[in-house]
């Protein structure tokens, strides 16, 4: 039976280290792309209070994810992965702790912040997180 793994990708080379460390460690598997927009990156500058701001800038949000999941998906093009995409809104490591919860995930992979010298062996702040609340294992790529 295939897995069903949830890879959180964001903008970040990490991101893209994750999916290829899927793709060559789970070849049969489920991938469900997550990408979380976080509305408090929208900030609460003069333009924020714009009625309109929040929709245009939650649009391209939206655009900006479905950019991202094309350049991810394109390198499951030669697997025999099975790639879906999912878009939620809200804090980064609830969105993925739930998603892991409510829909048959069993196994998260997530890459590390980027970090160098000293502080490079820690973890991000979001993964950190997901790997003390998840219900299921978690992979950490750097």
Do not use: C
Not at 28 to 43: C, M, Q, S, Y
Not at 60 to 69: D, I, P, Q, S, V
Not at 101 to 125: E, F, K, N, P, Y
């Amino acid at each position: 039976m295939a897995k069903r793994i949830l890879v959180p990708v964001d903008r970040s080379e990490q991101a893209h280290e994750a999916f290829d460390f899927v793709a060559e460690e789970f070849d049969d598997a489920e991938v469900v792309l997550l990408h979380v927009i976080n509305p408090a990156e929208a900030g609460y500058s003069a333009q924020a209070s714009i009625p309109t701001f929040s929709e245009e800038w939650y649009e391209g949000e939206k655009a900006a994810a479905e950019e991202l999941f094309g350049e991810i998906a394109a390198l499951a093009a030669d697997t025999e992965l099975t790639v879906t995409r999912e878009i939620e809104v809200g804090k980064p490591i609830r969105a993925i702790v739930d998603y892991a919860a409510d829909h048959d995930v069993d196994q998260i992979v997530m890459g590390s912040h980027g970090r160098s010298g000293v502080t490079r062996i820690l973890l991000g702040s979001v993964a950190e997180a997901v790997v003390r609340r998840s219900p299921v294992p978690v992979t950490v790529v750097r």
